[in-house]
């Protein structure tokens, strides 16, 4: 795993807009953030995510910086704590990135807490500049929900794309989730996968690699 001190700066990448008046450039960054895709989160109800996250990086390709966090248990978490829970503990496999996406990731941000959004987080959006972060990954109603929240409660803008996202206590929670979701940060910060490329790649270019 990447260690925190090595920030990596991601080049802007240049889209076209058309307007009245002809073509008009615009620069973001981009990150896509996949919270939580580990081996311990890996049931019959996740089944499947880690094969479209694959999809829709294929699609914006070079357009986004890719990083991932890990949920890295320990015996002062709230989830040991309170619940007794002891998967996903610092140094087993359940608590490694699945195999699938980790060399996707250009950096994986471990954490012990439901959010993601801790000092580390808040160094890398500040050092690459990023404009707008994507959210994927599980589950739905725990870190990603938790994570939205405070990207959002500080004027990070972001949306959670709800079929590159899931429960592994099934889809009714997830459904709840994204119930609150779009409540808590705007029904249209919640996307479906093909919304986020056309809004990352640009309308036109969008319908030609889906035509391709």
Known sequence: MEKSGKNIVHRRKYACRRTGGGMENYMKNILFLIIDMQNGFSNQNTQGIDERILDFLEQIKGRAIVAGTRYVNNENTA??????????????????????????????????KYSCWNDEMKQFIRDNKIDKVYFAGVNTGCCVLHSAFDFYNDLVDCSVIEDLCGSTSGIREHEAALIVLRSCITEERVVTADQAVREILGVGEAAGRSAE
């Not at 989830?79 to 996903?88: H, I, L, M, R």
């Open 79 to 112: 989830c040991y704590v309170f619940e007794g829970w002891k998967a996903c503990m610092e140094g087993t496999e359940e608590a490694e990135i699945l195999p699938t996406l980790r060399g996707h990731m250009e950096r994986v941000f471990d954490k012990d």
